[in-house]
C-alpha cells in the first residue's frame, strides 16, 4: 500500500503507515490560491510537512515528496495521483481527510484509476464519525451541552468515580467570562514562540516566490513545525499560562493579541499534538495543584476541545456538503473591502483584523463576537465569510473553521443544531475590551455619525428577524426589548443601519 499523507496528518504514530510501500506528499500552490491563504499559513502547513517527510526518512521511509518549488501545477489531488502513477502498482491508504471536498475527489480519482484506496478512522478525532451520527441520531436537536457531557463521561475527563461531574456541575462558564476593568490585563507572561529554522525560512522564501500575491505576511512567523516544539509550547502553556486563562478567556485588549490563550489550535489541527494528551495535560495540573489550576479554569479550556472542538467535527461530516451552502437569513452582502487591510473605523475590528494579517491569529471572542458578530448582523454572505476565515487563520481546516462560522457565529443553519445567534451590540464589546475608548464610534449610540454600527446593526437584526427570533426563548429578553420601543426609535434604527450598508466600505 501507497501512504498518502496531508498537510494536516502529521502523526508519526499514524496507522497509514503501517507495512506502506511508500509515503507520498504533496505541497500544492492550488490549495492556497483556491482560497488565498494567509502567507504564515501556508509557510505553517509546508514548513510542518517538510519536517515530518524528514522524520520519515529518518525512520527508515520511502518519502515522495513534491516541493512548491518544483512548480507543479494543478490540484492537490491530481498531483497526488500523478505521482502515486509513478510508483508501482498499488493501492492508496490515508487517514480521513480535514476536508470534505478532498475527501470527494481522491475517491472520485481512485475510481477513474480502477485504484483501490482505503481510508483510516482519524485515531485523533475524539468522536467518530459514526459514533456521532448515533448520537445526532437520538436527538431532534443538537446541542454542544449534552454532547459534551457524555463526552466527558466517555472518556472519564473530571469526573467522580461514581459519575458525577468534579465540582457538582458540567460547566463553570459564568467563571470564565471576566473583563479586565480599566486597569487591563496584569502580568501576562509571553508565548513560547519558535524562531524559524532553515527549513522554515526556505519555505517562506518558496512563498514570496511562488505565491507573492497570497494575503499576510511571514515576518511575525514563529509557530510550531514539529512534534517537539509542539510539546514544548504545550509544556509553556500548562505550566504559564493556563492558571490565568480561564477567568478572563473572553476579555479583550488593545496591543495583546496572546493574553493567556494557548496557541495549540494548529499543532492540534496538524495532529502534531493529540487533542486527549493536551486534555489530560491539563487535568493532571489540577490533579496536582488545584489550588494554582482552579476547576472552573481547567474545565473552561477542556470544554473548548473535549467539547466544541469535537462538535464542530461531528457536525462537520453529518451536514455535508449542505453546511457550505448554508444561509438561513438569507443574506447576500459581499465582504467590505477592508475585510482584506484592516483599515476601518470601528476600532475593535480595526485591530483584529491587523493582527490577523500581523499573525494569522485572533482568538475565540476576536473571531466570534468580533468579526463574526459583525459579519452576522451587517447580513454579510455566508460562505464569503467563511472563505475568509479559511484564508486568514494560521489554524483554518475545513471541518474545523467551517462548522465554527457557519454554525457557531453565522447561525447559518438555523435553530436545528444552533440554540441561537451569538451576537451582541457594541455594549458587549465595550464591556469586554478596551477597544470601544479608542474608537470613532460610541456603542451607546444608535442614530448619528458616532452611532456604533455593532449597535445599529444589532436592533435593526432584531427587527428584521423578529418573527424568527421570537420563538427562541434563548432570545425572549432581547426581542423583549425591542418590542418596548416605540415606532419612531425603530424607525430611525432601521434608516441608520441602511445608510451604514450603503457606506459599509468606509464604516
Known sequence: MIAVVLGDQLDLDSPVLQACSAVVMVEAAEESRRIHSHKARTALFFSAMRHFAQSLRERGYAVHYRHLEQGHEGSLVDQIMSMVDQLPKAGLRMLEPGDWSIEQAIKKACQAQNRPVEFVEDPHALCSRKDFARFAQKRSQLRMEYFYREMRQRHRILMHANG??????????????????????????????????????????????????????????????????????????????????????????????????SLLASAINLRLLHPMEVIKAACSAYEHNPERYPLATVEGFVRQILGWRAFMQGLYWLNMPAMSRANYF????????????????????????????????????????????????????????????????????????????????????????SSKPYIASGQYIARMSNYCKQCAYRPALREGDRACPFTVFYWDFLKRNQALLEKNPRMFHAIRQLKVMDTATLSKNAQQAQRYRDTIDSL
Open 164 to 261: 458525577e461531574p468534579l465540582g457538582g456541575q458540567w460547566n463553570f462558564d459564568v467563571e470564565n467570562r471576566k473583563s479586565f476593568g480599566v486597569g487591563g490585563p496584569k502580568a501576562v507572561v509571553a508565548s513560547l514562540r519558535f524562531a524559524p529554522d532553515t527549513t522554515t525560512k526556505a519555505v517562506m522564501a518558496a512563498i514570496e516566490s511562488h505565491l507573492p500575491e497570497l494575503p499576510g505576511s511571514c515576518e511575525a512567523f514563529d509557530w510550531p513545525v514539529n512534534r517537539s516544539q509542539a510539546l514544548q509550547a504545550l509544556a509553556h502553556f500548562v505550566d504559564q499560562l493556563l492558571p490565568q486563562f480561564g477567568p478572563f478567556q473572553d476579555a479583550m485588549w488593545s496591543g495583546e493579541p496572546f493574553l493567556w490563550h
Open 330 to 417: 438569507g443574506h447576500q452582502a459581499p465582504l467590505p473591502s477592508w475585510f482584506w487591510s484592516g483599515h476601518c473605523q470601528m476600532n475593535c475590528l480595526k485591530q483584529t483584523l491587523l493582527q490577523t494579517f500581523d499573525h494569522a491569529y485572533a482568538h475565540h471572542i476576536q473571531r466570534l463576537m468580533v468579526v463574526g458578530n459583525f459579519a452576522l448582523l451587517a447580513g454579510l454572505e455566508p460562505k464569503a465569510v467563511a472563505d475568509w476565515f479559511h484564508a486568514v487563520y494560521v489554524d483554518a481546516i475545513d471541518w474545523v473553521h467551517l462548522p465554527n462560522v457557519m454554525v457557531m457565529a453565522l447561525h447559518a443553519m438555523g435553530p436545528g443544531i
